[in-house]
């Protein structure tokens, strides 16, 4: 027994055991026989037949000793709770080990498990391979001799990756390569607060996609789609429910989609599995729970092992016994198949989210009741000996146990962390989003009650904003007074799309409300306060939240005083809600153009709450619940939260439009002491319907969002500005920010827009293109080199009254403005258009008050026509080149056998591939074994190695996204560049991916480059040493590795950030 260490795996599959057993040298154990002997003193000698090539297609061979114990059906099927299996070796008749089970299911302990303190083999070449960075094999050998046993199974596969990680990036490889063009099955996970380390499956199947949502960065393989989560919730267990329950709404696309837990792996094909699920016709297959029968029996453990809030389950449970549920078939629901054509899928999951939305998070104790309430049943996958933890198609991982030694392997095989894929600004397509609306039918629907100077701002700004003739607006007078009765009247006299209905006597806010929804007809209705200002393409962009949402079925808008949803503060005096003053040189429509700015596009984040000051609803969302509870709050005060939450059981979503600002003036229709204990009575109905947990938590989710505290931020810094008198920085950038070459101008833009930038100035990024700065209101103005929005003639009447009021001009030249053939390439410009340009960037370079640019050389030359010249180099924005990468993260991309070089070109600029052709050939010739070469580039008439084009139009945030999703290389070469500038820009994005750097030795090397630091600089004249050089870097890992780090290491003093002194000290003395 002393030479066995400990159980790598052990399971019960079908009715046999298998496991092996680690040794602690290499020789091999040859187990023939094993006793099972049971509590009853009876006693089994079973053969145990060593299979010993399915242990070597495991890797697994010397220090290991494997075993199957094939048992009869008759013996298998009266396996009491508790047995021991002894096994012996055959040569030595010697007892190696002996397993305790405590159930059928999983191995609880083994005898050696936390024995003495041991070392797998010496010299680690049976299980680990020599690893750079980590030290694997002790924090193996200490997870086995501390974890339970019944956690050891799962570490073969771990065991597997490691021994060949070559092998690893194969199978990935080979997955991708080999992937369905349109799969209609899609395995999706969700992985919240770094929950869980994301795995990758030990079985890849090209017919799938494999999708996982989260709310923060993973390492990942190129296997999984990974997406950000849909919904925010305060608690993360949440935001991962609400993925796992709306499968009909994100992947709607699919035919199948399979739920998988992040503690499951996928080891085997299921395609049986999904057909048989498929053929019986059933919503939801799973397995059924391997220890409890029913939901009661789940709350109870629930309650006992404090998984989640005791009054809430109780409240739940008593709720189900009330109704006289019955349940005996508790399904475990950390792996299922949902069929998403099935007619009942979608109520079924909409129940099941409202379930959870309103009591326990522990979605085990809703989703048989949600199937039931439905009428339906589900499909299992397996009979009641089987489940996550048995089959063998599947590795199940007990939560938060060996993330760690996971880690290891993911960060051994996967050099980056993968955010959440995000989009560019709204602003860029604000016009497409409003053609797409100009057909909707929609009604504005205004209840009335006096406050009548607010009612004519409100009438005012719809009309001058009502693009769409379709929609309509239906006021409903409460009662008002003469004056504002009169006022109505007159408006329905003017405009053939404005109605009204008139009450005689006042039926209050909820009641005035369902009169216009009675008389809509319209597939979009906005419930609009009368105190409200309007602004550009507001409803337009509230439909477009709502409509491109899938799911959703309410929507309301940022404002000033709109509770969670107002900028920049939500909280005021007395319990109310913030109302907070535009300053002056802010209007309504500057708010809009900001969020606009602001706004991801695509992105409106789902929440539990709308504020009723301005509410869109979709005619879906009225069929099915009707308007708002005149029973429950005929007064008002909280007849909008009730609607929320009834939106929500019925299985809407519900979003914000953060690219629309609409003033709300918050007047007043009662007074304080009327309205309070109104808001009190109307908090307690509210209580009693929902429960105070439930508001508790949706109050909690609004106040956390990150999307609308980033926005609150924001306005927050812009309101600190303006009131401070700091000085006003104006961006005017190019309009077209969808090519590759426009990557120059976010990188110099970049610290300008930087955080630690705004708290020293003003910084306004234009809202709309062909749009200069209101020369009446002058700071500084910020000018890209090429600005080809506009004439000569008017950007020269601009300048000249500008600067006479006061105005001063920073030109940004990253371009040799006197040799065309620096920018021809880059602008794709003819001769006589690149001539053009030079004479216009000549003529502001002397109109200008100062110069911006990336490097000394183009300095050097622009200081003969003007002295003002700082050298301000391209920065990089933190998160999304992932500066802030810990140290340990920082390790090398590929671990094939062969080393994988890049050539990375971004640029349009001359670059001299002849030298680098020279050496590529010869490696090609003598090296093909060690190494591959493949080239990105935008166009280029020379591709070395295999070919990678750049997507033909991408933004700036996913074109960093793009690069670290397919860079995959141990070494870039940055060839023979001769524009310095551009030369200085692809160092930094090579450094900022964390590639080993081979560089050519030319005039104006970047100072940052330190030959034998973080790069290798050759002497391109010498093919024989260009190639050694390269030949030496593939044959040392320990060299590149440590260059590559010291790359990334320095990538992170081009930090925007660190960017702002010498803005700080330019704006200084600009302003002298």
Known sequence: MSSVIGKF??????????????????????????RLEFQNGQKFTIKADVERDDLREKGINKGVAGFVLELSEEVFSNLPATFTVSLFDNDLNEQVDKVYYNNPYYLNNSENAGSSKTVINSDKKYIFPKDGKYSVVERFNSALNSERDDCKDVFAYHIEQLKDLNLENKRISSYLSNKTKSPRIAVF??????????????????????????????????VWNVRRAPYWSSDPTRISRY?????????????????????????????????????????IGAFYHPLRKSVYDEASKCIELGKDDVDEISQQINRYKALSYENNDL???????????HPKLSDIMNTWWAEIDKFSRRDQLSLNFAIDKNLESWYPLADQRICTRNHEKIIYYPHKLMDDFAKTINSSLFNRKVFPSSNDFFSLHKSDVLKKYNKLTADVIIPVYNALDDLIKCIESLKKYRKNCMYKCIIIDDASEQDTQEYILQLTRDFDWITSVRNQSSVGYGRAVNIGINKSKADFLVLLNSDTILTDGWIEKMADAVFSTVGAGIVGPISNAASHQSIPYTKGVNKQTAVNPIPKGLTPDLLNSYLESWTEFGNYPRVPLIHGFCMGVTREVINKIGGFDEIHFPKGYG??????????????????????YIFHAKSKSYTQDVRIPL???????????????????????MST?????????????LYKYIYSNLTKVFILRRKSLDSFEDIRWWLRVTPWLSDSFSKVANVYSLPSHKKLPNVNDPGICYIHENIDEFSDIELSDWIERWKNNGGKIIYDVVCNPFNPDSFNKIYKLSNIESALLMKRMQWLINKCDFITCPS??????????NKNVTVVPYSLDKQLWHLDMKEEDVIPHNEEAKCKIGILDLTRNRIDYSNLLAVAKMLEKNHADKLSFSHICVESEVVIGKRKSLPKKQNYSNLIQWLFEVIDWDIVIIPKIYDSGERDLLFKICMSLGLCVVCENVVGLPSYAEDGYNCTVVDSDSVDGYANAIIDLISHDEIRIAYAHNAKVTARQFDSDLQCCSLESLIYRENK
Request: proline share 3%; with cysteine.
């Open 331 to 341: 399904i475990e629901s950390n792996f299922m198949m949902f069929n998403l054509k």
């Open 243 to 283: 993925v796992k329950t709306h499968p009909h709404y994100l992947l709607k696309d699919y035919d199948i989609a399979i739920w998988v837990d992040t503690n499951i792996c996928i080891a085997g094909d299921i395609s049986d599995e999904i057909a048989k699920f498929l053929k019986s016709g059933k919503p």
């Open 639 to 660: 007849e909008e939260n009730d609607f929320c939450f009834r939106a929500t059981n019925a299985g809407f979503s519900l979003v914000i439009a953060t690219n629309t």
């Open 856 to 865: 000394k050389m183009i300095a050097d030359q622009l200081l003969a026509v």
């Open 189 to 222: 996970s969700s992985c919240s607060n770094s929950y869980d380390e994301i795995r990758c499956p030990k079985y890849l199947d090209p017919k799938f996609d494999y999708v996982l949502y989260t709310d923060s960065a993973e390492y990942e393989s190129g």
């Open 679 to 701: 808001m009190e009575e109307g908090s307690a109905t509210l209580a009693s319907l929902y429960g105070k947990k439930r508001i508790n938590r949706a109050v909690d989710s």
């Open 705 to 717: 969002n990150p999307i609308l505290k980033s926005l609150q931020t924001k306005a927050e810094y």
């Open 9 to 34: 795996g052990t399971k019960i599959k079908g009715n046999r055991i298998v496991g092996w057993l680690a040794l602690k040298d290499s020789k091999e154990l040859d187990i023939r026989t094993a």
